[in-house]
């Protein structure tokens, strides 16, 4: 007979039933079992403690005959089969935000999965927090081999047949300077035009192995605090719909975050930034441009449209965002509602992109399989479009990995595409902008992220403030 329990809120009333069994575990021996199911309305107490008895009896037997699955009531279950589909999947979360959940639950249900939803107590939780900061390791993300296969237009190293394609990416792609090309040169050592399906299939299986290695970077204080946050959202989930007693997060302690500087480039490495900018591609030169004039997120930079620039108004209009999640590129609208908007451009960035613009038309007219561009590119062209066809986005990393090698041949300053809009931030407040007008450009939803990055100080913001409080001391 199974034992019912009453659960109660702090005003006293019974909001739920916790239903405990004994069965048989070839495994384990006698093993305990839980449900907590939502109290029976307009019942009084006595009523419904009956009526839970006998459910619960009914639902003891149906797990003891196979027909109700023990495992329904285990973690696993209930973030996969009940969180996921009405939290996750609910059509407000984006793309990105779902193949976040995805990653941080996957390594979340192989420490957690097997225990019931019911036993899970803080103590668990803390012990799962702790390992993550003090053992866990960051995943590889498997994705160069997957790509690599993509340049090739197939699927699995055994539809290799033919090496045309490649020869002509790879040649492409060593005039430009790609860093991938140059890592397969690197280990291919011979003449391009001589390689086999072979020599593919075998760089193939390296990239798959290097893919296969475990890292052994820990974890960011950044990604252990989302993971709390994560395991907070699903146990006030299964609170609020009453199935558990209390969410057990409230006595984990949360991972404290060390407070670091934002990186920027201070005015001077800005300008020597710029000025190593001269020899670079258009292509290039215009993007980084672009990313510390107006301080765009490099997905929002990845996603404009020549229908997005007005080169006559000197303005550009964010209304796309471009990720990488899940396997695939994701085109989304950006960040949040306020990181829609229209900013002005500098008459340099106005110059630059026309001869981008006029530099990426001479490009693709040159490409004859690409019947789509005639004369001129359609509005919906992408400004920094891919590298086979002007209306696909780019993968979004590869900003990254160009910037990477770049500052690196010119010696500057280790920064990364968000660091430069940190850079266009903070610039403008040193020129003397308001953090309304910084918070607008950025396309910040609070004021308070944008103080929260932006509102330090320097030795010359210091000796400034110290002068200016000293002159209206002195008179």
Do not use: C
């Not at 969180?83 to 390594?107: E, P």
């Amino acid at each position: 007979m199974a034992t019912v329990q009453a659960n109660h809120n702090v005003s006293g009333e019974i909001i739920s039933y916790r239903w405990r069994a004994y069965i048989k575990d070839d495994l384990e021996g006698n093993k305990r079992v839980a449900r907590t199911v939502p109290a029976p309305k307009n019942m009084t107490p006595g009523k419904a403690l009956k009526q839970m008895q006998h459910e619960a009896d009914q639902w003891e037997k149906d797990i003891r005959a196979g027909i109700v699955p023990v495992d329904t009531q285990s973690f696993a279950h209930f973030v996969n089969e009940e969180w996921w589909k009405a939290y996750v999947l609910d059509g407000a979360h984006k793309d990105a935000s779902i193949g976040f959940y995805k990653q941080l639950t996957t390594r979340i249900i192989s420490r957690l999965g097997n225990k019931n939803l019911n036993e899970i107590k803080s103590t668990d939780l803390q012990a799962f927090i702790n390992w993550l900061r003090t053992d866990a390791r960051q995943e590889n993300t498997g994705s160069a081999a997957r790509f690599f296969l993509k340049r090739l237009g197939v699927q699995t190293p055994d539809e290799i047949t033919d090496t045309a394609v490649f020869i002509e990416k790879a040649k492409a792609a060593k005039a430009k300077g790609q860093p991938w090309y140059h890592k397969f040169a690197k280990w291919y050592k011979k003449p391009l035009d001589s390689v086999t399906p072979d020599d593919l299939r075998r760089y193939v299986a390296k990239l798959q192995a290097e893919d296969a290695k475990p890292t052994d970077k820990p974890l960011s204080a950044a990604t252990v605090k989302h993971y709390f946050k994560t395991l907070n959202v699903i146990f006030n989930y299964a609170e609020r719909h009453n199935r558990i007693e209390r969410n057990p997060m409230r006595k984990v302690n949360p991972p404290k975050l060390e407070h670091h500087d934002v990186d920027f480039l201070a005015p001077e490495q800005a300008q020597a930034f710029i000025k190593a900018l001269t020899d670079a591609p258009i292509r290039w030169r215009a993007f980084m441009t672009l990313l510390i004039g107006t301080g765009l997120r490099r997905g929002e930079a990845v996603g404009l449209q020549w229908q997005d620039v007005d080169l006559k108004a000197a303005t550009i209009t964010i209304s796309r965002n471009v990720t990488f999640s899940r396997g695939k590129i994701i085109v989304d609208t950006p960040k949040s509602s306020r990181s829609n908007r229209t900013l002005p451009i500098t008459p340099g960035l106005v110059s630059l992109l026309k001869e981008w613009q006029s530099a990426q038309l001479t490009e693709w007219q040159g490409l004859t399989v690409n019947t789509k561009v005639t004369a001129m590119l359609a509005p919906k062209a992408y400004v920094f479009g891919s590298e086979i066809d002007p209306y696909a986005p780019m993968f979004p990393h590869t900003p990254t990995r160009w910037l990477k090698s770049f500052i690196k041949k010119h010696g500057l300053p280790d920064v990364s595409p968000h660091d430069l809009r940190h850079t266009a931030g903070s610039l403008m407040l040193a020129s003397g902008a308001t953090i309304k007008d910084v918070q607008d450009t950025l396309g910040h939803a609070d004021p308070s992220t944008t103080l929260k990055f932006y509102a330090g100080t320097t030795p010359e913001s210091l000796r400034k403030a110290a002068d200016g409080l000293a002159a209206l001391l002195e008179g």
